[in-house]
């Protein structure tokens, strides 16, 4: 009976899952690490509904190009300053932007308002002066793959390469993969996505796509990040490394660093 009640339940969300289901994706905390080690400037982006926070991490001189940050599923922007950083003492401008809820953002993260702010994002980093003449690297750590390859599609010819990092395929992909066997396929009939990466990868058109996964990842299968390369069109890369989910910039710097290059010569 108690089983029985549980499955009733979930369904009873999942098939309402238009908006209260969302904060079962975004664990956003508040409070910012200590990051005074770290040059950066702060900005402030306005939205419809919300007042977003972010960082800018501005290298020595020129920039190689200019990086726009999507982050993962929880913390917030300075969680991914290990990550972003090494970027940063390479020659890029990097971009890390908190969505609803998250660090000093306000708000509450719902599928829909991330899409929907990220194209304000967008627009506005764009818009500015000491972007304007760079090339426009558009990367995405974890679930923050499924907002990177929608905004790469959406705006394919103002950006000139796609970098996911730890591909969450579909947001229903990462629900049924991380439940038990018993639930999947409920999850899977009744759980549908707004807007996936495996999808929205078939409409990036030509601009590069650098997919990073680790074979070895325990938190997002490397199948879902396979499945999102098998689905994008050419130009495109494969990497797979070794290694904990998103370590490849600590395990594969150089390596790292050097593809990154390329995609904006």
Request: proline share 5%.
């Amino acid at each position: 009976m108690r089983a029985s009640l549980v499955i009733i339940v979930l369904l009873s969300i999942v098939q309402n899952a238009s908006g209260q289901f969302d904060d079962k994706f975004y664990f956003p905390k508040k409070k910012w690490d200590n990051i005074d080690t770290v040059k950066y400037d702060e900005l402030t982006i306005k939205t419809d509904t919300a007042v977003l926070s972010g960082i800018i991490l501005v290298p020595k001189g020129k920039p190689l190009g200019t990086i726009i940050y999507f982050h993962g599923a929880g913390g917030n922007v300075t969680t991914y300053i290990p990550i972003v950083k090494p970027m940063a003492d390479a020659g890029f401008r990097v971009f890390m932007i908190d969505m609803q809820g998250y660090g000093k953002s306000t708000g509450k993260p719902t599928h829909m308002d991330i899409a929907m702010d990220a194209q304000v994002v967008i627009n506005t980093i764009l818009q500015r002066e000491d972007v304007v003449h760079t090339k426009i690297i558009i990367m995405g750590a974890s679930m923050g793959t499924q907002i990177a390859t929608k905004m790469a599609k959406d705006n394919h010819d103002r950006v000139a390469a796609l970098v996911l990092e730890g591909a969450v395929s579909s947001f229903t992909d990462i629900a049924a993969d991380t439940s038990p066997k018993a639930q999947q396929d409920m999850i899977r009939n009744f759980l549908k996505s707004p807007y996936s990466a495996k999808e929205d990868i078939k409409q990036t058109g030509d601009i590069p796509k650098l997919i990073i996964h680790s074979s070895e990842d325990s938190t997002v299968p490397f199948k879902e990040g396979k499945l999102v390369y098998d689905n994008a069109p050419q130009p495109k890369e494969l990497w797979e490394v070794k290694g904990a989910h998103l370590d490849a910039i600590n395990l594969y710097r150089a390596e790292f660093i050097d593809k990154l290059k390329k995609l904006v010569k």
